[in-house]
């Protein structure tokens, strides 16, 4: 019998990033929602993987270790590139990811500025607060705060004020492709296109990025994520046929109340004909 959801969740943040609950509480979330196979994946950052895999060990959950690294990608595009079945002790990956977190302070306060331009004051305190350490200052942050004190109805600051071309925007250079590809696979994980309906390329920019991203050694995408329509899937699972790529799957949560609907721990099943990241990692879906 096909399964309609699986449980297993390979993209999820903790408060070692944006996500607002701490490791320990994302797990034990995940535990309720009947996890197997959970990944952890803070953004440009492994701090949060050690904690987890202890943890794991407690909740009789497997831990997937993980990241999510931030890349400039043609004049300017960011996307996020997971990295799956990662050695979190990897120097090379553990330093260039700190090079990543450094600038994310001085990103945060250009938006302050930005935003104050337009008559919102104190934006870049407000998000800091809000940030477990300045170094995972993000745009989430902002997000979170601009709600919180009424510019915006959940789910609309990034479209509001944060995205490209808004009022708080202000352009930052990641992490190249195809560096960010070589880290992954130097640390023995499986690079993976992150949420790629969220960007809203065309189809051939996608492929583009697709192309580029397989020539560097890329080996997967996201067919199943909360920030992905039915419509989006359908077109993703598509492309992951054409260009022989690994389906994956994840949450992408942040936080509880957030927009996006799927909580830890499961999620639904990828469409059947597409190969999958999971035997890479370990996981036989033939005995969940």
């Known amino acids: 019998m096909e399964k309609k959801y699986i449980p297993i969740d390979l ?6 990033s944006d996500g607002a609950l701490s490791v320990r509480d994302v797990l034990n979330l995940a535990k309720q929602n009947g996890a197997q196979y959970q990944a952890i994946t803070d953004h440009d950052t492994v701090d949060g993987v050690a904690e987890a895999r202890s943890i794991g060990d407690e909740l ?51 938006i302050g500025v930005n935003l104050a331009k337009i008559g919102i004051s104190g934006a870049f305190e407000g998000a800091l607060a809000l940030a477990d350490k300045p170094e995972s200052l993000s745009r989430t942050h902002f997000n979170r705060w601009l709600i919180n004190q009424g510019y915006a109805k959940e789910g609309k600051a990034f479209e509001r004020y944060l995205a490209p071309g808004k009022p708080g925007y202000t352009q930052q250079t990641w992490a190249e492709l195809s560096d960010c590809v070589r880290w992954i696979k130097e640390s023995r994980g499986i690079a993976v296109i992150a949420h790629p309906g969220r960007y809203n390329f065309t189809r051939t ?5 697709i192309e580029e991203f397989k ?16 419509i989006e899937q359908e077109n993703i699972a598509s492309l992951c046929t054409k260009y022989d790529l690994l389906a994956s799957c994840g949450s992408d949560f942040h936080q509880a109340d957030g927009f996006r609907k799927i909580l830890p721990g499961g999620n639904k099943a990828i469409p059947l004909g597409l190969k999958t990241v999971f035997p890479y990692l370990g996981i036989d879906i033939t005995q969940l």
Do not use: F, P
């Open 215 to 230: 020539s560097y050694g890329g080996q997967g995408i996201e067919v199943i994520s909360s920030s992905h329509s039915l």
């Open 11 to 16: 993209h999820c943040h903790t408060n070692h």
């Open 60 to 110: 009789n959950l497997n831990i997937i270790g993980g990241v999510e690294i931030s890349v400039t990608w043609q004049k300017g595009n960011l996307v996020h590139i997971v990295g799956l079945g990662i050695d979190e002790n990897n120097q090379q990956l553990v330093s260039e990811l700190a090079k990543l977190r450094a600038s994310r302070l001085e990103r945060g306060r250009r």
């Open 205 to 209: 920019k996608l492929v583009r990025l």
